[in-house]
């Protein structure tokens, strides 16, 4: 997956330079005068890696991250700074930041710490896939399936199903054989990652 770098900079030479370090290393990036500029721009852009510059007119970087952060948008941040202080950096790592660099940047320092950024992205990717997954198999059973995949998640037995439900046991199985069936998995380890997958965010 290549997901896009975000560089917002005032200084044409520092967005000039990183943006050809970070083609040539094979990345997507793609860079912002200001970040009034980056902010018009945001409904358009796809979720990927941001760079700030800490000390801009208008906008500071760490206004920026805080603004972002109070739309909702969480992604991996790296501020950079030619003026670095401990405050500065305590308040961008409080605003999420995942690294924070001085000026004249190094080079590997920026291309690791963007590389473990994508890493977080691809992650929450995979967890927002699996959790839609899920909750579309959950989609497919009837209450009463439903009913019983949330006890199997509870670890309870199929006596202890057939009990709470007022059912038989027979019966119980014969529900459980239904949801393996439209899961693909009988087992009762995956059929409890499926219920938990499906409740993730809710």
């Known amino acids: 997956m290549s997901l896009p ?51 801009m007119p208008q906008i500071s970087g760490l206004k920026l991250q805080e603004r972002l952060t109070e739309q909702g948008v969480d992604w991996p941040t790296i501020v950079i700074s030619g003026h670095g202080d401990i405050e500065a950096c305590r308040r961008a790592f409080r605003n999420g930041a995942i690294d924070f660099l001085s000026k004249p940047v190094d080079e590997q320092d920026l291309i690791d710490a963007l590389q473990k950024g994508h890493a977080e992205l691809e992650d929450r990717y995979r967890q927002v ?51 393996g069936a439209k899961a693909g998995t009988s087992s009762a380890a995956e059929l409890t990652r499926l219920w938990i997958e499906a409740c993730a965010g809710r």
Request: glycine fraction near 4%.
């Open 129 to 179: 896939s699996e959790t839609n997954e899920a909750r579309q198999l959950v989609a497919l059973l009837t209450e009463r399936e439903i009913e019983v995949l949330e006890m199997v998640a509870k670890g309870l037995t199929t006596r202890q199903i057939a009990d709470a439900l007022a059912l038989s046991p027979r019966t119980v199985d014969s529900h459980r054989a239904a949801i």
């Open 5 to 55: 770098v975000y560089l917002v900079d005032d200084d044409d030479a520092v967005r000039e330079g990183l943006s050809l370090l970070l083609q040539t290393v094979g990345m997507d990036a793609r860079s912002f005068a200001a970040p009034s500029v980056f902010l018009a721009a945001l409904d358009r852009l796809e979720p990927g890696c941001l760079i700030l510059d800490i000390r």
